[in-house]
Nanobody
Framework: QVQLVESGGGLVQAGGSLRLSCAVS????????ADWYRQAPGKQREFVAT???????DYAPSVEGRFTISRDDVKNTLFLQMSNVKPEDTAIYFC????????WGQGTQVIVSS
């Protein structure tokens, strides 16, 4: 049974930093593309960042230069380092990995105060 569990969300002031984690169990994802998405109140879920097995990354323009996606293959965990956060980064953040079908975590809430 594959499970993705996000953690690390919380309340942070604008300009601060936060590191989100996505612990993966039931499968390894070192050979899979892993993504972060977010959903703000009243808005659709949107792409944030992606990481390929060869460590190629891509980011949404709104977070480029501020967020960094990475993984620890020993801990089987995906990370999202968020720096210089802005109030518009307030959202529920989800990790997503595909093995045949796409698996999602339950999300972790990030609130950025101005």
């Amino acid at each position: 049974q594959v499970q993705l569990v996000e953690s690390g969300g919380g309340l942070v002031q604008a300009g601060g930093s936060l590191r989100l984690s996505c612990a993966v169990s039931g499968a390894t994802f070192s050979n899979r593309v892993a993504d972060w998405y977010r959903q703000a109140p009243g808005k659709q879920r949107e792409f944030v960042a992606t990481l390929t097995p060869s460590n190629i990354t891509d980011y949404a323009p709104s977070v480029e230069g501020r967020f960094t996606i990475s993984r620890d293959d020993v801990k089987n965990t995906l990370f999202l380092q968020m720096s210089n956060v802005k109030p518009e980064d307030t959202a529920i953040y989800f990790c997503s990995i595909t093995w045949g079908r796409t698996y999602w975590g339950q999300g972790t809430q990030v609130i950025v105060s101005s």
